[in-house]
């Protein structure tokens, strides 16, 4: 979790774009409060307004991050490809002068989990998580395998040019192997189950009827049980429990062959990108990263020995 100081303020926010802002809201934003958690260096604020309502604006540039925007973007044609009954926020308004852009959202009157995770959140949260399978969106969005098959690649990439990779020896000495279980993740997660993408504690609200899901930035289809998987990692980092243990308390079964190859893809993607710099405005995602590849790395060595691989 990073501090909400490393996010731009709505000061920051140039003037235009805060009053058209104003305009679609209906009112002056009187008090914005960046949200704590997250990895961008986005305006993310929780606004009061002048006339009592409330609504949470997120706003970027590239000069802040020159990917930035491409996601905001993406996260706004998302919102309104959601159904009804999505667990997320009302997307109020977007704008788009072509260098910034900005969302408005309802404000979700929810907190963000405990962590450490407190175990019967987190089964909460999981649970929300695999009814998010049932949905169907108003619009096609991408497969799992459209939008995550650039990033999935690590392991192939390492295997061409490992030289400055922090890689052990078990990882350097089955790289070729590693490479061709990590092809096969696609096949292992097609499905029609609607994805989130992003799912960690810094992107669940938590209220007294309901778990809120935000950023929907990576959103597509696939394996219902992919999001699970994918999110593990992160769990285990927050104290949440070893991925095995929580699969098996909230009862979730993968089968083998399909589970290996996307732990395989996911642990290969943190090792090749956590070698790299931090990207423009996001100084802690590698060490993040990074982390996350020590755990899946361990998980994914226990699943290979089950597998007799």
Known sequence: MTDPGHRIQWADV??????????????????????????????AARCGLADGRRAFIKAVSPAQNPDSPVMMRREGTIAAALPADAPAPELLHAYDDGEWVALAFEEVAGRLPHTPWDVDELDHVLDATVALGELVPHRPVHSVAKQ??????????????????????????????????????????????????????????????????????????GAPWFEVVAMLPSVELEGGGEPDSVLARIGLDVPLGQLVPLVAAL??????????????????????QRAQGAVTNVWLRRLWDRAGL
């Open 14 to 43: 140039p003037e235009h774009v805060r009053a058209d802002l104003e305009r679609a809201l209906g009112s002056a934003v009187v008090e914005a409060v960046n949200q704590r958690g997250g990895y961008g260096p986005s305006l």
């Open 148 to 221: 995550y098959g650039a990033m999935f690649t690590g392991w192939r990439t390492l295997a061409t040019d490992a030289r400055d990779a922090p890689l052990d020896g078990w990882c350097r000495a089955h790289l070729g192997e590693l490479a061709r279980l990590e092809a096969g993740w696609e096949d292992a997660t097609r499905g029609d189950g609607l994805i989130h993408g992003d799912v960690r504690s810094d992107n669940v609200l938590l209220t007294d009827e309901r778990v809120v899901f935000v950023d929907w930035t990576s959103t597509c289809t």
């Open 267 to 288: 642990a290969g993607y943190f090792a090749e990108r956590g070698r790299l710099p931090d990207p423009p405005g996001l100084p802690t995602v590698r060490a993040f």
